[in-house]
């Protein structure tokens, strides 16, 4: 008996390994996709539709744009666009120098938009907003 539940546990750990190796493969794919990524700004997997956000009065609040992730390379710039529908929010948004994060100021107001540095990085977008406000970024 202990040797059928040594090689029914060796069976179990295989067949993990197995999951996990093909769990990890989309993720080496997309890496060979870096060179169509460098031609669209929002990435081969990133929508580029409008996310609903509200800002809060007196504080920071940080958003994080949780739907993909941007891989960018050496010079790569991401932009950022808000239109607020009530309030006029104070935005900073997430850009990378030296490959460590720096939070940019896009201002305050109704609208805007900005370009930010983004680098050989892979992460999120993330913007700050204080105000209280309603609004759409992307």
């Not at 067949?15 to 989309?26: E, H, I, N, R």
């Not at 983004?118 to 609004?135: D, M």
């Amino acid at each position: 008996m202990p040797i059928l539940s040594k090689t029914g546990a060796g069976v179990v750990t295989l067949a993990s390994v197995a999951a996990l190796s093909a769990a990890v493969a989309p993720a080496n794919a997309s890496q060979s996709t870096a060179t169509t990524e460098a031609s669209n700004p929002i990435g081969v997997q990133c929508s580029s539709s409008w996310k609903n956000a509200v800002g809060i009065p007196g504080r920071w609040t940080t958003i994080k744009d949780t739907t993909c992730s941007v891989s960018g390379y050496a010079g790569y710039k991401v932009g950022y666009e808000w239109v607020a529908e009530r309030g006029k929010p104070c935005i900073q948004v997430k850009g990378f120098a030296n490959n460590r994060v720096k939070w940019y100021d896009a201002g305050c107001g109704k609208s805007g938009s900005i370009k930010v540095p983004w680098g050989n990085t892979v992460a999120n977008k993330e913007i700050k907003v204080k105000g209280a406000s309603l609004f759409k970024w992307r």
